[in-house]
């Protein structure tokens, strides 16, 4: 019979022969666990907190949000306010323009009314006539004086007379005809056509 010994086998660490994972040292075989590496209880990888990565979507940090903006509602608004400053702006105009007329509005007549009016007699009334009364209230009476004379029809044919101060009206009158001027009654009709619309929706004065 053979007189061998009988064979003795290695014996391995039954951790070693774990499979082991990506980017770990596989225990050395043969060695105890204080010596190898202990795959079983291994503790688990901790991955690093990246810096400047967005947090998850907690409760608590989805009611820290803020809330939605309706855009819609506040593009309505800033509509309105701008529709509201536009009408103000065109009423203070309007009435600052209303106020400088209402007094300027004498002196301006006595610069060109009296210029105005000779000239369109001249022009209007018939040519054979013998006379031709003006009358112009008491404040303008230098100002026909000086337009009179500067037509020599005029200081031949016109007769200038006054009235008391009160609205400003010039009758010229040639018998057969005449002109009336009512530069009040103007000056209100030119007030409300610039206060209101001019025209309605089909192009017919109102």
């Known amino acids: 019979m053979n007189s061998l010994p009988p064979l003795s086998l290695p ?11 990506k980017g770990q040292t596989a225990a050395t075989p043969g060695l105890p666990p204080e010596d190898g590496f202990d795959l079983a209880n291994e503790a688990p990888v901790v991955e690093p907190e990246i810096e400047g990565a967005p947090p998850e979507d907690t409760p608590e940090s989805m009611a820290a949000m803020p809330p939605e903006i309706d855009t819609g509602m506040i593009l309505n608004s800033l ?3 701008v529709s509201g400053l536009e009408r103000a702006a065109l009423n203070h105009s309007q009435t600052m323009v209303s106020d400088f007329l209402r007094a300027a509005f004498p002196k301006l ?3 060109f009314l009296a210029e105005e009016i000779t000239t369109a007699a001249n022009a209007i009334a018939p040519r054979d006539i013998a006379r031709l009364n003006v009358t112009v209230p008491a404040a303008f009476e230098a100002s026909f004086q000086r337009a009179i004379q500067a ?10 007379q ?3 101060d009160g609205p400003i009206i010039v009758d010229v009158d040639w018998g057969t005809g005449g002109l009336n001027f009512n530069m009040d009654q103007f000056l209100e009709a030119s007030l409300a056509r610039m206060n209101g619309p001019a025209f309605t929706q089909e192009g017919q004065d109102v």
């Open 79 to 81: 509509e309105a306010a």
């Open 109 to 111: 007549c006595e610069a």
């Open 11 to 21: 014996r391995f660490h039954v951790n070693a022969l774990k499979q082991p994972q």
């Open 162 to 164: 006054t009235q008391t």
């Open 151 to 160: 037509s020599p029809k005029m200081t031949e044919i016109c007769e200038l």
